[in-house]
């Protein structure tokens, strides 16, 4: 089969990848060719539209809108500032009684508090789905992240790096053949012009990285019209919002929201891709080890944050930690963190700020009952990817990066977690608060690209 050609319906072509799967999660595997899209199916289908859905507001806008073009109203959770992990004690009762979903984010691959989060809706009735996304090697209480919702969703862009796909894993595999129709009626057909883009990408960017293009690529992307980003969040374009969200529930109407940073995200897979896909998950457990090893060695830095040891290592099991997507550490001026980075060649991605409920008004959803712990965590939270651990810990001890100093509860002291952790930050220099004013030197979007200035596909 040539480039361009699209793999046959039915999923055969589909069943090395989700037999890999399956071993890794023990749960029926269906292969999506987005995260996204697996997240859309499995809304449409566990949410009636016009529901309700608890989500993390520190989080990729393109879930925001994934969530529009579901027919469903955004509810915002409170967070916990160390770890950006849901706190699902802080959500008021009568918003409990209001859901119709839960949706957790794992944020950076710090999981939510599964267990917690299933028991609750299991009370009330309702799905948990679960957004694995940055999570796919984390473990709760010795569970994958991932078993515990009725769904849950990964993407095969993050970790394992193919830059498309992912999987809908399902609690019941009797549901499968339906998902697999709900999927495929969803699909578009394979582009030569996309495929071809896809086999060269990796070429391209090497070459970019090579010939420090990085600053021309951005300009050739501006004058194409496909930089997405100038700035972290995307434009939200309200207008144009309110009358798609006039047509929800259904994708067309918000694809130019749902595309950024792949607009691949519905099309029918190549075998060009689903062969460069097997070939790098089956080098998963080997990021995987990478990912740990990193994790670790940044948990123990001063910009950890009093979380880290509670948050990121708890329930990973046998004492291994978990292999998080990006660490997120916690400095008092990101933006000064961001601008020493850039100047070593590294590009800040995965940033998500300010949280959703800021970014979008209540127009189009409801905000936190409790918005200063994803405030303060949106703020301060520098991902850093694990694999350059060393480099990026020797780049902030020589530019001076201060940790974050602890957020100020409502009484007006500065906390600690109060759930989480002790006081590991409590003796981390005090700085002034950064005043918001943010650059975007160095900032990749919402993804990065491994060094080439987030270049977005
Ligand atoms: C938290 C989260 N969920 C889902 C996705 C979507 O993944 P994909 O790009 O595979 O659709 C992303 C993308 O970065 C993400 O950050």
Redesign the pocket.
């Known amino acids: 089969m040539a480039l361009g050609e699209g793999c046959p319906a039915g999923g055969s072509a589909y069943a090395a990848l989700e037999t890999s799967m399956r071993r890794r999660l023990g749960r029926e595997c269906l292969y999506v060719p987005?995260?996204?899209?697996g997240?859309y199916v499995a809304l449409r289908h566990w949410c009636p539209p016009g529901g309700r859905v608890l989500m993390s507001p520190v989080?990729?806008d393109?879930?925001f809108f994934v969530v529009l073009a579901a027919g469903l109203r955004p509810v915002q959770a409170p967070l916990r500032p160390w770890d950006g992990t849901v706190d699902p004690a802080a959500v008021p009762e009568s918003v409990w009684r209001s859901l119709s979903c839960v949706l957790t984010?794992n944020?950076y691959g710090n999981p939510d508090p599964a267990p917690e989060l299933r028991a609750r809706c299991e009370a009330s009735g309702i799905p948990l789905i679960e957004?694995a996304?940055?999570a796919i090697g984390s473990r709760v209480g010795g569970h994958p992240v991932g078993t515990f919702g009725a769904a849950s969703?990964f993407?095969?862009?993050?970790h394992v790096g193919a830059k498309t796909?992912?999987f809908l894993a399902v609690a019941d595999p009797g549901m499968r053949a339906r998902l697999a129709a709900e999927r495929d009626a969803l699909l578009v057909p394979s582009r030569l012009t996309a495929d071809l883009a896809y086999a060269l990408r990796p070429y391209a960017e090497a070459g970019v990285r090579g010939l420090r293009l990085a600053r021309a690529a951005h300009a050739v992307l501006r004058l194409l019209g496909r930089e997405e980003r100038p700035e972290i969040r995307m434009p939200l374009r309200p207008g144009e919002l309110a009358r798609a969200l006039g047509t929800a529930p259904g994708l067309d109407r918000f694809h130019s929201w749902v595309r950024v940073?792949?607009h691949d995200?519905r099309l029918r897979p190549s075998r060009v891709r689903l062969r460069r896909t097997a070939r790098l998950l089956a080098g998963l457990d080997e990021r995987l080890t990478v990912h740990r090893s990193g994790t670790r060695r940044l948990l123990a830095s001063p910009w950890a944050g009093p979380g880290a040891d509670s948050g990121a290592d708890s329930g990973a099991g046998e004492g291994e930690g978990q292999p998080l997507f990006r660490v997120p550490l916690l400095v008092e001026d990101r933006d000064a963190a961001v601008a020493a980075l850039a100047r070593h060649r590294i590009t800040t991605g995965?940033l998500y700020d300010p949280p959703l409920d800021a970014y979008a008004g209540e127009a189009f959803t409801d905000p936190s009952p409790a918005p200063e712990g994803a405030a303060w965590f949106a703020r301060h939270a520098l991902p850093v990817d694990p694999r350059r651990a060393d480099q990026v810990i020797g780049i902030l001890r020589a530019a001076g990066i201060r940790p974050a100093a602890p957020p100020e509860t409502s009484n007006g002291t500065r906390g600690t977690s109060g759930t989480r952790g002790t006081s590991g930050a409590s003796s981390n220099t005090r700085g002034a608060r950064d005043t918001g004013t943010r650059s975007t030197g160095g900032i990749g979007g919402?993804?990065d690209t491994g060094g080439i200035g987030g270049i977005g596909g």
Do not use: E, F, P, Q
């Open positions: 987005s995260c996204r899209l997240l989080n990729d393109v879930i984010t944020l957004d996304a940055h969703v993407s095969l862009s993050k796909g992912g940073d792949m995200y995965y919402t993804h």
